[in-house]
């Protein structure tokens, strides 16, 4: 682990933290454990807790530093084991820092095994004024695994009057079913180098993409589902924008805009409750996060 600043013969050679969290979960008969876990500074882990009958394990990722600066290296390694079952969020934002060099990196590396589930549902990402930020998310699944993916930033501190004030954000996320079917959104946002640097989001103040992915239901599954979440988007007109469509690979993709952070949580608390009644009859708790 780098933690901090190094210097040598009084100029700075290295600046941030390379912090590395490692987290696998496996089925323990009907229940779904906690296998694997171990983490370097900012990250810390907690034991997962569980809120229904289903064996399901609610976890949280913590960085309690208060957020991420320039040349900040952190990584996520998740496992999930065949047949499990795990809800992962974030209590907070994610906070990135004004950086005159180095970008903020956070790399994350997603593996759910032959018929696991995985709802990934970090809170969002406030990119400061002048921040620099990359993060880069790969999913790998097995046959018969789904994921379910939330991703989502914010235009920068909207009280502070920092709409789309940061200097830089590029994110990829990559999904990559058993059979080789896959599924890539990539998008650099730069504010203010052009006239078009964050496109039609300009308006807006909170951009999110929700991608729900997985061969264990069949196209009919997907379509009833592909309506559901269309009629939820229609819901707020002028406050949420969004659309949904099926992806190549089994799934969905949906993208969605939103004026405040509470019609994106609430955009968001409707579509996961869809989801997963849905797809496995259960309902979605309050995800306390705070």
């Known amino acids: 682990m780098t ?23 496996a089925r ?23 809120r229904d009958e289903t064996g399901c394990a609610y976890a949280f990722l913590v960085n309690p530093s208060g957020g991420l600066v320039g040349g900040d290296r952190l990584s996520v390694e998740m496992a999930i084991g065949p047949r499990a079952h795990a809800v992962v969020a974030t209590p ?16 994350i590396h997603l593996s759910v095994g032959p018929g696991g589930i995985l709802e990934w549902l970090p809170e969002v990402v406030i990119p400061f004024a002048g921040s620099r930020y990359e993060q880069r998310i790969r999913v790998n699944l097995a046959p018969g695994a ?3 993916l939330w991703d989502a930033i914010v235009s920068g501190r909207v009280a502070r009057g920092e709409r789309w004030a940061f200097a830089s954000l590029e ?23 052009t006239p078009d640097g964050v496109g039609l989001a300009r308006d807006w103040d909170y951009v999110a993409s929700l991608y ?22 229609d819901e707020r007109p002028g406050l949420v924008l969004g659309g949904v469509s099926m992806t190549a690979a089994p799934g969905l993709a949906l993208k969605v805009l939103a004026r405040s952070a509470p019609d994106l949580s609430a955009i968001l608390e409707a579509m996961w409750g869809t989801v997963r009644a849905h797809l496995w009859g259960l309902p979605a708790p309050a995800l306390r996060r705070y």
């Open 171 to 193: 994110n990829e996320i990559r999904v990559v079913t058993a059979c080789g079917d896959s599924l890539l959104e990539r998008y650099t946002l730069t504010p203010g180098s």
């Open 212 to 233: 729900l992915i997985g061969d264990a239901f069949n196209a009919e599954v997907w379509k009833r589902l592909e309506d559901g979440l269309a009629a939820i988007l």
């Open 146 to 148: 789904t994921i379910v």
């Open 3 to 25: 933690d901090g600043v190094l210097a040598q013969s009084g100029a700075l050679t290295a600046v941030g933290r390379a912090g590395h969290l490692n987290v696998a979960f």
């Open 92 to 107: 907070s934002a994610t906070r990135v820092y004004r950086s005159h060099g180095e970008p903020a990196v956070q790399d």
């Open 28 to 50: 323990d008969g009907r229940t779904t454990v906690l296998s694997h876990a171990h983490c370097t500074s900012p990250w810390h882990w907690f034991p997962p807790t569980y």
